[in-house]
């Protein structure tokens, strides 16, 4: 069992710290948010009085933070943490960020004589809960062979894909794809509901077809078609709007650096900054389904057939 340092305990940190509390490690956690604090330590984690204090005795930093400028802030300059982490401890950021950072605040540790790993999820706050988050890992094999049974409590399959920021690029090419779906199935959705269909139904047929996906079985976007879906409790609890949002500025800003061409990827992208402008930033992704049909007044009713 490892004595842990987990910063960042928002929705996909807080359950995977809960899961490494489970596999019985010592977890000291900080966040800026205090109830997510006080969520973890009523699981078992030990309060800190700053992220310095949290990695003091660590063998294993996690960080799981928002994007790129809080990773960086956290790591890197006089005060950050890389300073205050004991020698010979592994430090491994779960973040999605831009591949360029993950490799700056790498370098970083290096120069420190301190192991990093880039370990981006794929899974969900669903998955996060479950322990069974895909972990994309950038970096040294043997660093990961490592922290592999740390992720193993979290997760249950790594993939390496190569040297420190590949598993960010792995990610964004992931999310590109996610984004895509997510988009496309609420448009087939609300279109199949404007004639008429039943949602539900629409969405089972679907899943069983040529059309199924994450989108149509896990994280359904219309309201009351699953249950544990975050369109079914208002679209809260999961992969926020502007998280999307970032991790497709993050994929434009990685075609570009190769001359790459992403036309739906670039679409999707100026979708969910539509669907950030009008209001729904802090929803989870799928409310992006909002932008084609008004199922916030109308969740999961079929209507009058129009052919
Ligand atoms: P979140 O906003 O719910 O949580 C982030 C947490 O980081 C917050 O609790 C915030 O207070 C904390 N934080 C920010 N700066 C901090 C600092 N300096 N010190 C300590 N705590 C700090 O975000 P999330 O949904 O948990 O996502 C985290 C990362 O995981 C993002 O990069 C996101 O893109 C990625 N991700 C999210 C999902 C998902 O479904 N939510 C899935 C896969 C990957």
């Given at each position: 069992m490892s004595r842990i340092a987990f910063i960042g305990l928002g929705n996909m940190g807080g359950p995977m710290a809960a899961n490494l509390l489970k596999a019985g490690h010592a977890l000291r956690v900080f966040d800026l948010v205090q109830s997510a604090v006080d969520t973890a330590v009523a699981a078992g984690a030990s309060l800190s009085a700053s992220a310095a204090d949290a990695v003091s005795d660590a063998e294993i930093v996690i960080s799981m933070l928002p994007a790129s400028r809080h990773v960086e802030a956290?790591?890197?300059?006089?005060?950050?943490?890389?300073?205050?982490?004991?020698?010979?401890?592994?430090?491994?950021?779960?973040?999605?960020?831009?591949?360029?950072?993950?490799?700056?605040v790498a370098q970083a540790a290096t120069g420190r004589g301190l192991a990093m790993l880039d370990a981006p999820v794929s899974g969900g706050t669903a998955g996060a809960a479950a322990g069974t988050l895909t972990f994309i890992v950038g970096g040294d094999a043997a660093v990961l062979d490592i922290a592999r049974p740390v992720l193993e409590a979290m997760g249950k399959?790594?993939?390496?894909?190569?040297?420190?920021?590949?598993?960010?690029?792995?990610?964004?090419?992931?999310?590109?794809?996610?984004?895509?779906?997510?988009a496309v199935t609420g448009e087939a959705l609300a279109l199949g509901v404007a004639h008429g269909l039943d949602a539900g139904v629409l969405s089972q047929m679907m899943a069983v077809s040529t059309g199924r996906s994450w989108a149509t079985e896990v994280c359904n976007p219309w309201p009351g078609v699953l249950p544990n879906a975050p369109a079914s409790r208002g679209y809260t609890g999961g992969f926020g709007n502007d998280l999307m949002l970032k991790d497709l500025g993050l994929v434009t800003e990685a075609a570009v650096g190769v001359g790459a061409s992403i036309p739906l990827g670039e679409l999707a992208r100026n979708l969910y900054a539509l669907n950030s402008k009008a209001g729904n930033g802090e929803l989870d992704f799928s409310s992006v389904i909002r932008l084609m049909s008004a199922v916030q007044d109308d969740p999961g009713k079929p209507r009058a057939p129009v052919v």
């Open positions: 956290l790591y890197l300059g006089d005060a950050g943490l890389l300073a205050a982490i004991p020698d010979g401890a592994l430090v491994v950021d779960c973040s999605t960020i831009a591949p360029a950072s993950a490799k700056k399959n790594i993939f390496h894909v190569g040297a420190s920021g590949a598993g960010q690029v792995a990610k964004l090419c992931n999310n590109m794809a996610l984004g895509v779906i997510m």
